[in-house]
C-alpha cells in the first residue's frame, strides 16, 4: 500500500508550498493500527493547508459580543443629538444603559435588531446606549432619568423629545434578559412609542 504525505516545497515569495510525496506502507501492521495511521496522516494533512501568513482583517462581531456602548464619555452628548434628533424626527428618546461586559445586554442588542423589533425601534425612537462601565460611569445619567442601575442592567429609559422621562425601568425589568424572549422587547417598543 502506497500513501501520500504531504512534503515542504522550497518557499515561493514568502509562501511556504506543500506537495504530496509516496510513501510505501507495506509494514505489517493489523487493521487498526493501520486505521489509526490513516486517521493520523488524515489529520496531519488538513491542517497543512495554505501556509501564507493571511492578511489583517478588522475584527468581526460575534453574536453575543458585540461593543454597544461607546465610551462613557460621550454619553451627554450622545444624548443631547439624540434629544435634537427626536424633535427634528417626532420620535422618542430610548436610553439604555449597560456596559459591553453584561450578557443581559448583549441580549437585548439581539432582540433590538431581531425583525419583529428593528423597523419598530427604528420608526418609533432614537435609541441611544449609556456605557456605565462597571457601575462607575455615567450612574448620575442613570440617576437624572430614574434609572437604579445597581437593581441591574440592561436598564432602559423613554424620553419626550423635550428630555423629560415618560418611563423608566426602576426594578430591573430587563436585567434577566436572557430568560426573556424577544416578544417582551416588542410588548415594550409598543407600551411606550407615544
Known amino acids: 500500500m502506497h500513501l501520500r504525505l504531504p512534503q515542504p516545497l522550497p518557499k515561493l515569495g514568502g509562501v511556504e508550498l506543500w506537495h504530496a510525496r509516496k510513501v510505501d506502507t507495506s509494514i505489517k501492521m493489523s487493521s487498526s493500527a493501520r486505521s489509526i495511521a490513516i ?48 424633535t427634528r424626527e417626532k420620535k422618542r428618546v430610548l436610553l439604555d444603559f449597560g456596559g459591553n461586559w453584561c450578557g443581559d445586554c448583549q441580549v437585548l442588542e439581539i432582540y433590538f435588531h431581531d425583525p419583529a423589533n428593528r423597523n419598530l425601534l427604528e420608526s418609533n425612537y432614537v435609541l441611544v ?5 462597571r457601575y462607575d460611569e455615567n450612574l448620575s445619567i442613570a440617576a437624572r432619568y430614574g434609572v437604579p442601575v445597581s437593581k441591574g442592567v440592561p ?40
Open 39 to 86: 486517521a493520523a496522516v488524515l489529520l496531519l494533512g488538513a491542517g497543512s493547508g495554505c501556509r501564507q501568513t493571511p492578511e489583517a482583517t478588522p475584527v468581526a462581531e460575534e453574536p453575543g459580543h458585540a461593543v454597544i456602548y461607546p465610551d462613557g464619555a460621550q454619553a451627554e452628548a450622545d444624548i443631547t443629538a439624540a434629544l435634537a434628533k427626536a
Open 129 to 133: 446606549p449609556v456605557n456605565i462601565g
Open 155 to 194: 436598564a432602559l429609559a423613554v424620553l419626550d423629545p423635550s428630555g423629560q422621562v415618560v418611563y423608566s425601568q426602576r426594578n430591573g425589568e430587563f436585567e434577566s434578559m436572557r430568560k426573556l424572549d424577544s416578544a417582551s422587547v416588542t410588548a415594550f417598543l409598543l407600551q411606550w412609542k407615544g
